[in-house]
């Protein structure tokens, strides 16, 4: 532990989650939980092709229906043009979408919906729909998009934001430090690495749903299942073309995020129908519409290229990005700006280097954010490519990497050059033990005992892997979060928050951070977060925000009602402001002498000048500080049948201080289980019409408790002078780790490079079968 | 129809649909505990025990539970004291967002039931119809533990 962070109270310790009672007793807490009188069940229609004009729609039938309230086409709801990405404003994502329009571009696309006295009655209107469709060519492939005569997906002429719609790109980005080409000439050593990663799905085991109804004031309640409630509540408003002062967003419990409910997806439609009829709206995704029709990490085909000194030092690095963003563009631009901003600074050494991409629209299922964010398909081939280097310079791996990677006190271009989606912002690192994250991690997995044995039990051979990494804390210059503290003259506090618990413990943490500045346990904290009306703004959760930036917010927030109780408490105490402490829910003078907090506060509610006591402050990060992370893994390959077992995982990350080592822990291990599917198992297979295939949980292979290997989570920790109490985000990065270190440990196993996600045995059977020819 | 279902030792009579399923009963209901995560038995959000056995209820017809004993998580602690499973869970940061954790503390009630000392891979193989994409179920295992040893040191059981 850092030796700043010895001595906290509240701090660094693993504390039961603030809303942990509710959650183990089953309170009905998340949003399908609250029943209201007279509730809607919307259903949505959906494409059944991946891109057709619809050409007639005819809802009389529908409508008739017994218990039918309302049917929404295209032809009686807003046509404003939107993003559904729940970025900051301006999104820096293309205004692509429509609540509904009279072309479809994926199967699965709206093309109605349905709100009824029950579901089932809702299902049979969504039957009694009559389209008429013509089919248009579709783009089902990365590679037709771009081609000459492709047909366009977006060929409307009022979307703003399209890079080049006419063919198909919706994002480009092109950034340089030094000349890569120069950098190449100059190399002793070159190697590259194309690496192709697939369609993948967040799953949240709650799938999108929304609640909406009008309040008494007939204002329009979303409570809502989101990451970003105040996005939302601005979205929809511009999507629905009503004042947002109209719009109230509750965030509940949510059954988790990863990005995907970073997108407002369904508020619009159930906002509707309630403005519509008066009626509460319930419209949830089922599990196979959750697959069809809401988000997917963004498949990508990244190249990299290394030139390398014979000595090892990197000399250039290229990456080249193709990126699928789907039929919309929603976080497009920057997951792709992500594969090359997250990733190329921890090489910062190597003076030439060069990233381009593009993202491109097919009539496939839709991009979005999804926890790692692009950097975890620019680090497959990076680490990939790392690995092969080490081989060709015959260094050990793990040596290529601690030469090369960035260090304590050092910058990157790359900061300033690319950031969100834009020019990005420089910095120096100011906390970082990936050195001693890598030496703990070696150890723990036995590196030099294992690395290069080939051990052989049967048809298993084994092998060990490794790579290294970094992420961000927050968008620096964009994000912002706010958070309010108030006092009650018990001595307990109200902490109000626009920062969005998600199921990540943030609440708890957030709440524990206020609780050291105030000398006060845990329980004194009532914690209420999310709610448009009665919490300040915050941006919600997403790249690795809550902890630096809403931390920060909260931080300061606890800070000036430390000092506005140190006021009240001085002439009680007969003591100068600047002698308190508060420690034990009291105040303390240097000469030992104390009040309770709840006499300072009866004395400044009911006594003397009195006034709330109470602050709101807010942080706009200048920095985005990296998590770091080592991870290490020793596999079993099957020679036989192509199987691949990771034996054990181990991953020691640099957090900075952790709040809650729990929950840092738990946020590791939860990504990192997510990583291995990702690399061995997820996959949603798509038909050559564009459907998905497999739709469900159990043709969609996540990891189950049988599946999940043995792993050591290793909290490293650093103390981050810019972070509240020394912390660092850690919410995303895991995820990246999984799928170069299992690929490193696989060629150390048989020899073979495996470059296409999931590593599935066919394919591993097929590259050692090529390998031996 | 008519069906009788005694749900956390209370016994009451719906009227239900001869398709509806259990899930969809004990919702409307207001046991709000049991999620849904897929409808088609594959995540195990939906677990209850029935006549003490851990069951998904939403590929289970109402009708068929006719006569049984439900318990769900509202039923498990006896106000502000947790049961040991839950208090494990607590304890060992085996929640994090919470929506599988009904589902999983019913399923580990079953397993203690009926196994009070399992070893990992017996717990592992129990639970392995309850997915969880937040915790990576590293937590959750060593709470099954916990829970088995508080269990054992006499705290009381179901
Ligand atoms: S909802 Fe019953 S198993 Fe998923
Ligand atoms: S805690 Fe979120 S699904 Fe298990």
Not at chain 1, 555 to 564: G, K, L, M, S, Y
């Given at each position: 532990m850092s030796d700043r962070a010895k001595n906290f109270a509240t701090v660094g310790k693993s504390l039961r989650k603030?809303?942990?009672?509710?959650?183990?007793?089953?309170?009905?807490?998340?949003?399908?939980?609250?029943?209201?009188?007279?509730?809607?069940?919307?259903?949505?229609?959906?494409?059944?092709?991946?891109?057709?004009?619809?050409?007639?729609?005819?809802?009389?039938?529908?409508?008739?229906i017994p218990g039918v309230a309302c049917v929404l086409t295209h032809l009686n709801t807003p046509s404003t043009r939107h993003t559904t990405a729940g970025q900051g404003y301006p999104e820096p994502s293309p205004y692509d979408s429509r609540m509904f329009e009279d072309k479809v571009r994926f199967v699965g696309d709206r093309v109605a919906a349905v709100a009824a006295d029950s579901e089932a009655i809702a299902e049979a209107a969504l039957k009694a729909i009559r389209v008429q469709y013509e089919e248009l060519p579709a783009v089902l492939s990365m590679d037709e998009a771009r081609r000459e005569g492709a047909p366009v997906i977006h060929d409307e002429s009022d979307s703003p934001g399209i890079y080049d719609a006419a063919r198909n790109i919706v994002a480009d980005v092109d950034i340089d430090v030094g000349d890569v080409k120069q950098g190449f000439t100059e190399s002793d050593e070159i190697v590259e690495f194309t690496c192709e990663t697939q369609y993948a799905q967040h799953t949240?085991?709650?799938?999108?749903?929304?609640?909406?109804?009008?309040?008494?004031?007939?204002?329009?309640?979303?409570?809502?299942?989101?990451?970003?409630?105040?996005?939302?509540?601005?979205?929809?408003?511009?999507?629905?073309?009503?004042?947002?002062?109209?719009?109230?967003?509750?965030?509940?419990?949510?059954?988790?995020?990863?990005g995907t409910k970073q997108e407002v997806l369904l508020e619009d439609?159930?906002?509707?129908?309630?403005?519509?009829?008066?009626?509460?709206?319930?419209?949830?995704?089922?599990?196979?519409?959750?697959?069809?029709?809401?988000?997917?990490?963004?498949?990508?085909?990244?190249?990299?290229?290394?030139?390398?000194?014979?000595?090892?030092?990197?000399?250039?690095?290229?990456?080249?990005?193709?990126?699928?963003?789907g039929a919309y563009g929603s976080h497009g631009l920057t997951v792709l700006a992500n594969t090359g901003s997250k990733t190329l600074p921890l090489y910062n050494k190597a003076p030439n280097a060069h990233f381009y991409g593009q993202a491109v629209y097919t009539n496939l299922p839709v991009g979005g954010a999804y926890r790692g964010y692009g950097a975890t398909q620019g680090y497959f081939p990076l680490e990939t490519a790392?690995?092969?280097?080490?081989?060709?310079?015959?260094?050990?791996?793990?040596?290529?990497?601690?030469?090369?990677h960035i260090q304590l006190g050092e910058t990157s271009p790359i900061f300033e050059k690319l950031g969100e989606g834009r020019e990005g912002v420089s910095q120096t690192v100011k906390s970082c033990e990936l050195p001693r994250c890598i030496d703990i991690g070696a150890e723990r997995i036995g590196w030099t005992k294992k690395r290069g044995k080939r051990l052989k039990v049967g048809s298993w051979v084994h092998g060990v892997g490794m790579s290294i990494m970094m992420q961000g804390s927050g968008i620096p210059e964009i994000d912002m979060a706010a958070a309010t503290l108030k006092m009650?003259?018990?001595?307990?506090?109200?902490?109000?928050?626009?920062?969005?618990?998600?199921?990540?413990?943030?609440?708890?943490?957030?709440?524990?951070?206020?609780?050291?500045?105030?000398?006060?346990?845990?329980?004194?904290?009532?914690?209420?977060?999310?709610?448009?009306?009665?919490?300040?703004?915050?941006?919600?959760?997403?790249?690795?925000?809550?902890?630096?930036?809403?931390?920060?917010?909260?931080?300061?927030?606890?800070?000036?009602?430390?000092?506005?109780?140190?006021?009240?408490?001085?002439?009680?105490?007969?003591?100068?402001?600047?002698?308190?402490?508060?420690?034990?829910?009291?105040?303390?003078?240097?000469?030992?002498?104390?009040?309770?907090?709840?006499?300072?506060?009866?004395?400044?509610?009911?006594?003397?000048?009195?006034?709330?006591?109470?602050?709101?402050?807010?942080?706009?990060?200048?920095?985005?500080?990296?998590?770091?992370?080592a991870n290490f893994a020793e596999v079993a390959v099957n020679t036989e049948t192509g199987k691949v077992r990771v034996v054990h995982y181990v991953a020691a990350v640099d957090c900075g201080v952790a709040i809650n080592p729990h929950m840092a822990e738990g946020q590791m291990e939860g990504a990192i289980v997510n990583g291995i599917g990702y690399a061995l198992t997820e996959e949603m297979i798509l038909s050559s019409k564009g459907r998905v295939r497999n739709p469900s949980l159990f043709d969609y292979k996540i990891l189950g408790m049988l599946d999940v290997p043995p792993m050591d989570i290793i909290l490293v920790e650093s103390y981050e002078p810019t972070g509240p109490m020394g912390a660092k985000s850690?919410?995303?990065?895991?995820?990246?780790?999984?799928?170069?270190?299992?690929?490193?440990?696989?060629y150390d196993a048989v020899g073979v490079r495996l470059t296409q996600t999931p590593f599935t045995p066919e394919r591993v059977l097929e590259a050692i079968k090529e390998a031996a020819k | 129809?008519?069906?009788?279902?005694?749900?956390?030792?209370?016994?009451?009579?719906?009227?239900?649909?001869?398709?509806?399923?259990?899930?969809?009963?004990?919702?409307?209901?207001?046991?709000?505990?049991?999620?849904?995560?897929?409808?088609?038995?594959?995540?195990?959000?939906?677990a209850i025990l029935l006549n003490g056995r851990s069951v998904n209820s939403c590929l289970m017809f109402a009708a068929k539970a006719d006569g049984g004993e439900i318990l769900t998580v509202e039923g498990l602690a006896t106000g502000e004291i947790l049961h040991p499973v839950q208090t494990a869970f607590l304890a060992e940061g085996a929640v994090?967002?919470?929506?599988?954790?009904?589902?999983?503390?019913?399923?580990?009630?079953?397993?203690?039931?009926?196994?009070?000392?399992?070893?990992?891979?017996?717990?592992?193989?129990?639970?392995?119809?309850?997915?969880?994409?937040?915790?990576?179920?590293?937590?959750?295992?060593?709470?099954?533990?916990?829970?088995?040893?508080?269990?054992k040191d006499g705290e009381p059981r179901v």
């Open positions: 603030v809303d942990g009672f509710a959650l183990v007793t089953g309170k009905p807490e998340f949003v399908a939980d609250l029943q209201l009188p007279d509730t809607l069940h919307v259903k949505i229609l959906g494409s059944p092709y991946a891109h057709a004009r619809i050409t007639s729609i005819d809802v009389t039938a529908a409508e008739a949240p085991i709650e799938t999108h749903v929304v609640l909406s109804y009008l309040d008494s004031a007939h204002r329009l309640v979303l409570r809502t299942s989101t990451q970003v409630p105040f996005h939302v509540r601005r979205i929809v408003a511009q999507t629905l073309g009503i004042p947002m002062q109209q719009i109230r967003v509750i965030k509940p419990r949510i059954g988790g995020g990863f439609v159930a906002g509707w129908v309630s403005l519509q009829t008066g009626r509460p709206a319930l419209l949830t995704l089922t599990r196979k519409e959750e697959f069809e029709a809401s988000r997917t990490r963004h498949p990508m085909r990244v190249r990299v290229k290394l030139g390398a000194k014979r000595d090892g030092r990197l000399h250039a690095i290229e990456m080249e990005a193709t990126s699928n963003t790392m690995d092969e280097m080490a081989v060709r310079l015959g260094m050990d791996p793990i040596e290529l990497r601690r030469i090369n009650n003259e018990d001595g307990s506090f109200n902490l109000l928050m626009g920062a969005t618990d998600l199921g990540t413990g943030s609440d708890t943490i957030l709440a524990q951070i206020a609780a050291e500045v105030l000398g006060v346990s845990l329980t004194k904290m009532l914690v209420t977060s999310s709610d448009t009306d009665l919490t300040p703004f915050d941006v919600g959760a997403y790249a690795s925000s809550t902890t630096y930036v809403s931390g920060m917010a909260v931080q300061r927030a606890a800070e000036q009602v430390r000092d506005q109780i140190f006021g009240v408490a001085a002439p009680m105490l007969g003591a100068s402001a600047n002698d308190l402490t508060l420690r034990d829910d009291a105040v303390f003078a240097a000469s030992g002498e104390s009040v309770s907090l709840a006499r300072v506060c009866q004395r400044a509610m009911y006594e003397t000048d009195q006034f709330q006591i109470g602050a709101t402050a807010s942080c706009v990060p200048h920095e985005s500080p990296a998590p770091f992370l850690v919410g995303e990065i895991g995820i990246n780790g999984p799928i170069p270190t299992i690929a490193n440990a696989i | 129809m008519t069906i009788t279902l005694t749900i956390n030792g209370r016994e009451r009579k719906f009227e239900v649909d001869p398709g509806e399923k259990l899930l969809e009963v004990l919702r409307r209901e207001g046991y709000m505990s049991v999620k849904k995560g897929c409808g088609t038995g594959d995540c195990g959000a939906c994090q967002c919470g929506y599988c954790t009904p589902g999983m503390v019913m399923s580990t009630v079953d397993l203690l039931t009926r196994n009070p000392d399992p070893t990992e891979r017996e717990i592992r193989e129990a639970l392995s119809g309850n997915l969880c994409r937040c915790t990576g179920y590293v937590k959750q295992i060593r709470a099954v533990q916990r829970a088995a040893e508080l269990m």
